[in-house]
T-cell receptor, first 115, second 115 residues
Framework: QKEVEQNSGPLSVPEGAIASLNCTYS??????FFWYRQYSGKSPELIMS????GDKEDGRFTAQLNKASQYVSLLIRDSQPSDSATYLC???????????????FGQGTILTVHP | EAGVAQSPRYKIIEKRQSVAFWCNPI?????LYWYQQILGQGPKLLIQ????????DSQLPKDRFSAERLKGVDSTLKIQPAKLEDSAVYLC?????????????FGQGTRLTVV
């Protein structure tokens, strides 16, 4: 089992729709969860971080975390063509040991928002 | 605040040649990461430094890859000899992880093509 796994995609949604991106992780003790956006040929940029169970909203973006199910998701409301990118889920493991600080990424989901 | 600087942006080499990449992290960031991102995959951590010490190099192919951060600021990543499968984008990132930073700031990356 991969440490961080995302829905394979690619995902295509019409402009104005809700895009839903999903991620599961294997380390039950993980504490910090991130969504990065990566445009083609560019470096990843952080768009959301979440640390507690439940929802966290920032503008059109909502991150959802369920530690019991080891599941984190990102919802993009009112999707725009400018949201077209690869979305990377990343997880920080539990504190302690040599894995502390090792940010582990999923394989990414390509999102295309078409007009 | 200046971001993470990397050079070169692009490099094409023949297999069995050697290559070196340079990274200058954000000023004051003690933690520096090198990631390898193969096309279509998420970034994979190669090595993590805390100041000039190595925290994690468990996924660094040490028979051909080496990295150093002698003065705790700039870092270089070297590949010798390169293989075709080393073709990837090499991303450098930094933060102050031990001071509680969870967001990693990425440079623009170096795209390596091995032919």
């Amino acid at each position: 089992q991969k440490e961080v796994e995302q829905n394979s995609g690619p995902l295509s949604v019409p402009e104005g729709a809700i895009a839903s991106l999903n991620c599961t992780y294997s380390d039950r003790g993980s504490q910090s969860f991130f969504w990065y956006r990566q445009y083609s040929g560019k470096s990843p940029e952080l768009i959301m971080s979440i640390y507690s169970n439940g929802d966290k909203e920032d503008g059109r973006f909502t991150a959802q975390l369920n530690k019991a199910s080891q599941y984190v998701s990102l919802l993009i409301r009112d999707s725009q063509p400018s949201d077209s990118a690869t979305y990377l889920c990343a997880v920080l493991p539990n504190a302690g040991g040599t894995s502390y600080g090792k940010l582990t990424f999923g394989q990414g989901t390509i999102l295309t928002v078409h007009p | 605040e200046a971001g993470v600087a990397q050079s070169p942006r692009y490099k094409i080499i023949e297999k069995r040649q050697s290559v070196a990449f340079w990274c200058n992290p954000i000023s004051g960031h003690a933690t520096l990461y090198w990631y390898q991102q193969i096309l279509g995959q998420g970034p994979k951590l190669l090595i993590q430094f805390q100041n000039n010490g190595v925290v994690d190099d468990s996924q660094l192919p040490k028979d051909r890859f080496s990295a150093e951060r002698l003065k705790g600021v700039d870092s270089t990543l070297k590949i010798q000899p390169a293989k075709l499968e080393d073709s990837a984008v090499y991303l450098c990132a930094s933060n102050n992880h031990m001071q509680g930073d969870t967001e990693a700031f990425f440079g623009q990356g170096t795209r390596l093509t091995v032919v």
